[in-house]
């Protein structure tokens, strides 16, 4: 953990002008492993305007100074209840560069606050079994739910707000 580092990093809501610096980053990091994804710049494009546009989308952009390093993006599970209490964690991904130097983790703290405000009732997401994202999310209070579920080599997992238990707390 980089605490200088950490605190550099500007935590501010997604503006759709970030949207060439999202794509760019995507790119980079899905396109290389463990993801190796063939992602073109139409499709991330296609994919962010379409989540932006959600109902009750929620974005968030990480900076230093003025460059963007990472973003997190996610939307309610669906529009009805008692899944619209659940968001559903679509993107999360840090520069290459600057992974493991706590930013993912502070990114993720600021969209647990949003949605604690709003009493939603937890996070889900999907990722690759046994990748170092599994063990970010497990460290960061989510659980694996894939000895239930597995799609397509990947895993689902949860996180329970109600509970409260995201392991850890910043203050920063
Ligand atoms: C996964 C990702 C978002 C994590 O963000 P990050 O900024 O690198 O992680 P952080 O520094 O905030 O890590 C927070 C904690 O998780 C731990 N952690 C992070 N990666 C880990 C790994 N591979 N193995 C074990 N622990 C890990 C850190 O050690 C840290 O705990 P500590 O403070 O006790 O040391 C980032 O590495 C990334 O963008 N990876 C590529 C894209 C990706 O996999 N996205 C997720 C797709 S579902």
Partial sequence: ???????????TTYRKEHVNLFIT?????????????????????????????RKRFLGYTASIGNKAIGFLIAYPLSPFFPFNRIYYLSELFIHQNIQGRGIGEKLCLNFFTALSIQNSSGVILLTQKNSPAEKFYMKIGFNSLSSFIKIQGKIIMYLNLQNNNAKRTYYD
């Fill in 25 to 53: 980053l995507y790119r980079q990091i899905f396109n290389s492993p463990p993801w190796n994804e063939e992602w073109d710049e139409f499709g991330v494009e296609k994919m962010i305007l379409k989540s932006a546009s």
């Fill in 1 to 11: 953990m980089n605490t200088e580092t950490r605190k550099s990093v500007k935590i």
